[in-house]
């Protein structure tokens, strides 16, 4: 069966990094900014801009990525999944659940690894 004309959106509306520590790296956006931080445990944190752009910090080295991680926002994470791998991208991490959404990852032709994800319905 075809897929209709619809076309998902798609925006970059999330960058995630690596922190050896998200509290004080959220602390120091609040501070600094204004900026608000979510904690999602001891080792996570959303800290929100204001703006387009959320900033997430990862402290778990077992879940960092080596370079900041810009994720892309959409409402069809199984589309942008075929289409990420039709125009020859690579997941290197299947989909998965998180507090208010689902994401993977994917490595680009070039090799920089970037994220879809998207909301809870």
Excluded: C, N
């Excluded at 509306?13 to 904690?39: L, N, Q």
């Excluded at 970037?114 to 809870?120: C, E, K, T």
């Amino acid at each position: 069966m075809g897929r209709s004309s619809f076309r998902p959106r798609y925006e970059i509306d999330f960058v995630e990094f690596p922190s050896s520590s998200a509290g004080d790296s959220s602390r120091f956006f609040e501070k600094a900014f204004g900026w608000t931080a979510t904690p999602y445990g001891p080792a996570y944190s959303d800290v929100q801009s204001g703006g387009v752009v959320s900033l997430g910090f990862q402290q778990d080295a077992a879940q960092q990525t080596a370079a900041p991680l810009v994720t892309i926002r959409t409402d069809d994470l199984d589309r942008a999944r075929e289409s990420v791998e039709a125009a020859g991208g690579v997941v290197t991490v299947e989909p998965f659940a998180f507090p208010g959404g689902r994401r993977f990852h994917f490595r680009e032709p070039g090799g920089a690894e970037l994220a879809v994800w998207s909301p809870d319905a």
